[in-house]
T-cell receptor, first 115, second 113 residues
Framework: DTGVSQDPRHKITKRGQNVTFRCDPI?????LYWYRQTLGQGPEFLTY????????KSRLLSDRFSAERPKGSFSTLEIQRTEQGDSAMYLC?????????????FGPGTRLTVL | KNEVEQSPQNLTAQEGEFITINCSYS?????LHWLQQHPGGGIVSLFMLSSGKKKHGRLIATINIQEKHSSLHITASHPRDSAVYIC???????????????FGQGTILTVHP
């Protein structure tokens, strides 16, 4: 499969627990994005990487959130001390930065439920 | 006010009808995307536009850069077109094309047989 993959697809956790999500982008893509989508809303930007460098973080990304892309390939998004407000779909997308062409390809998402 | 506004928020149609979903934005952009999201969350990119018009099968997307407006049309709609359609823009500021997307809230389309 050559698409963007995310793991796990679903995560249920108790408030206060830490969770970590993984995203594997399309192999030659140098840009990787994390978005969050709550029910009934469009996705919102969280952060993005170009290769291993984290170039931008949204104000939505509180101190409890951290993202890494250590080797410029897969990325992880960790949420510490989860809160019920963190319940959402976490979407990963990747793209190849080449001139003006920057179409993003999305993964299936990880749905987080915090009890 | 959101930077990207879609209308309508909900749309119900009978099979075979011509459908139009509108997207307006208030910022300078380098590209506009139309995305489709089915229940369960997966997002599929339908179109990426920076000018003019694109067609793929029964789907047509247009953009008017001067008016900061785009439309997605579905001809001969079918129940399998039922999904959420999301407009997203890639901002441009001072000549820089920012990679991240800014999304509209989505249009829920239901096509009845």
């Amino acid at each position: 499969d050559t698409g963007v993959s995310q793991d796990p697809r679903h995560k249920i956790t108790k408030r206060g627990q830490n969770v970590t999500f993984r995203c594997d982008p399309i192999s030659e893509h140098n840009r990787l994005y994390w978005y969050r989508q709550t029910l009934g809303q469009g996705p919102e930007f969280l952060t993005y990487f170009q290769n291993e460098a984290q170039l931008e973080k949204s104000r939505l990304l509180s101190d409890r959130f951290s993202a890494e892309r250590p080797k410029g390939s897969f990325s992880t998004l960790e949420i510490q001390r989860t809160e019920q407000g963190d319940s959402a779909m976490y979407l990963c997308a990747s793209s190849l930065l080449a001139g003006n062409h920057n179409e993003q390809f999305f993964g299936p998402g990880t749905r987080l439920t915090v009890l | 006010k959101n930077e990207v506004e879609q209308s309508p928020q909900n749309l119900t149609a009978q099979e075979g009808e011509f459908i139009t979903i509108n997207c307006s934005y208030s910022v300078g952009i380098s590209a506009l995307h139309w995305l489709q999201q089915h229940p369960g969350g997966g997002i599929v990119s339908l179109f990426m536009l920076s000018s003019g018009k694109k067609k793929h099968g029964r789907l047509i997307a247009t953009i008017n850069i001067q008016e900061k407006h785009s439309s997605l049309h579905i001809t001969a709609s079918h129940p399998r077109d039922s999904a959420v359609y999301i407009c997203a823009v890639r901002l441009r500021a001072g000549g820089t094309s920012y990679g991240k997307l800014t999304f509209g809230q989505g249009t829920i389309l239901t096509v009845h047989p």
